[in-house]
C-alpha cells in the first residue's frame, strides 16, 4: 500500500498540478519511511514534477508504530512547495470539536484565508481553547494511549491471520486495517445471498452480525473492507469472532 516512485513518475504529465499525500494513511495504515518519502521527493525534483505542490494530510502523524513519522516538508526542497494539513481529530480523540490547521507558503495561506473567511471565517472559540490545551497534553501521556492503540492493533491482526484465506498488510500507523477477503467472493450466504464483492459483503455482515465495516470499494480497493480499532476490545473480540464465523459459513 506504499506510493511507489516509479509509479509517481509514471503518473505525472503537463496537466498534474498536486500530489495528495496522505501519511500515515488512511485506510491502510501505511506509513512511509524517510527514505520512501526522500524517493518521492526526488521524483517531484525532476523536470516534469517540479511544478507539482503536495498536500500533505499528515492527521494521524502521533499514532505509528515502530517506525518514526516524517514531515514532508522537512524533506529538502519540499517546504516551500507543501501544503501541510493537520489536526485534532485523531491524535486527541477531538473529532466533535471539528478543529485543525494548515501550514504553507505564505502565498497560499493568503488565498486560503480569503476563500475560508468567507465559508466558516473561522473554528469556534470552544474548538480554539480546547486545541490549545490539547497541545499542553504531555508526551508521556500520549505514549500511554498510543501504546493502548497498538495493543489493539496486534490483537487485531493475529485475529486475523487465524483466519483461513484472509491476507493482511501490517499497518504501521494510523488505527484501520485493510483485509484482503477476495477468496471469499462469489460464494454464498446459508440464506442465499450472493457475496459477489466487498459491497455485498459488508452488508450481509451487518444486516446478519450486526457488524459495522467500511467497503473498500469506497477507496478504490475492490478486495476486501477498512476495519477500524478505535474502539474497545470486547467489541473487538466479538466482531473479530462474528468475521471468523461469517467467513467460515460461506460455501
Given at each position: ?216 470499494e469506497a477507496f ?19 466482531s473479530l469472532q ?10
Amino acid at each position: 500500500f506504499l506510493l511507489d516512485p516509479n509509479l509517481l513518475r509514471k503518473s505525472i504529465n503537463h496537466k498534474t498540478r498536486m500530489l495528495i499525500f496522505c501519511n500515515p494513511s488512511n485506510p491502510t495504515g501505511s506509513v512511509h519511511s524517510r527514505e520512501q518519502c526522500e524517493e518521492l521527493a526526488s521524483v517531484l525534483k525532476e523536470e516534469k514534477g517540479k511544478n507539482v505542490l503536495v498536500l500533505a494530510d499528515e492527521i494521524y502523524e502521533r499514532i505509528v508504530y515502530d517506525i518514526e513519522h516524517v514531515s514532508f516538508p522537512s524533506i529538502q526542497g519540499m517546504k516551500e512547495r507543501t501544503i501541510l494539513i493537520n489536526g485534532f481529530s485523531k491524535s486527541h480523540a477531538m473529532t466533535g470539536y471539528r478543529i485543525g490547521y494548515m501550514a504553507a507558503p505564505r502565498e497560499i495561506v493568503r488565498a486560503v484565508t480569503t476563500i475560508q473567511g468567507q465559508i466558516t471565517s473561522c473554528a469556534s472559540s470552544i474548538s480554539q481553547i480546547a486545541a490549545i490545551a490539547a497541545l499542553k497534553v504531555p508526551d508521556d501521556v500520549m505514549d500511554e494511549s498510543i501504546q493502548i492503540m497498538k495493543d489493539k492493533r496486534n490483537f487485531v491482526i493475529e485475529e486475523l491471520r487465524k483466519i483461513e484465506n484472509v491476507k493482511i498488510s501490517l499497518p504501521r500507523g494510523a488505527f484501520y486495517v485493510l483485509p484482503d477477503i477476495s477468496y471469499y467472493f462469489h460464494m454464498t450466504a446459508s440464506d442465499g445471498t450472493k457475496i459477489v464483492g466487498a459491497n455485498d459483503f459488508c452488508l450481509y455482515f451487518l444486516r446478519v452480525h450486526r457488524v459495522a465495516v467500511v467497503t473498500g470499494e469506497a477507496f478504490g480497493y475492490e478486495n476486501g473492507f477498512r476495519i477500524s480499532y478505535a474502539t474497545s476490545m470486547d467489541d473487538l473480540a466479538y466482531s473479530l469472532q462474528q468475521l471468523k464465523v461469517c467467513l467460515g459459513s460461506l460455501e
